[in-house]
């Protein structure tokens, strides 16, 4: 199997992207309000999980809240293209083709979903293991 250069060219996407729009933002708006989450207490919020990161005008009291309500969208359950079954190559619809073969098929790239496979999905996060005790994983017996 060949290595593929999609995982840093998926990096390096992400940051021509992203290093341009650090100019739209003032380096003080981006910096969150440290003294809030340092209270010394465990169930303080750290930055990443802050809720006011998707909301401003969260609601911190849980006194005010509604008793009952119904969400703007509704969520749904829905099949989350696990590795296992080697990400968004598994044809979920029966006979039907998967997503990254649509993709594939819409847009001429032959290679896409061997591509998927190789770094998102059944192989791209797999380890190499010369006997079968190495394949241990998560209590699941493999063979080499």
Partial sequence: MKPCACRWLSSLLVLAIAYPLQ?????SSLQ???????????????????????????????????ISGEAQNMPWPSYDWPTVR?????????????????????????????NITETAGIYGHQGFCDEDPECQIHDVSLVC
């Fill in 86 to 114: 080697d990400s968004i190559n598994y044809r979920w619809d029966g006979n039907n083709l998967s997503p990254a073969e649509k993709v594939a098929e819409a847009f001429n790239l032959p290679n896409f979903p061997q």
């Fill in 32 to 66: 969150p309000d440290y003294a809030f989450f340092n209270t010394g207490k465990g169930e303080g919020w750290d930055p990443p999980n802050n809720p006011a990161g998707v909301d401003s005008e969260f609601n911190y009291n849980a006194a005010s809240l509604p």
């Fill in 23 to 27: 100019a739209l933002y003032p380096s």
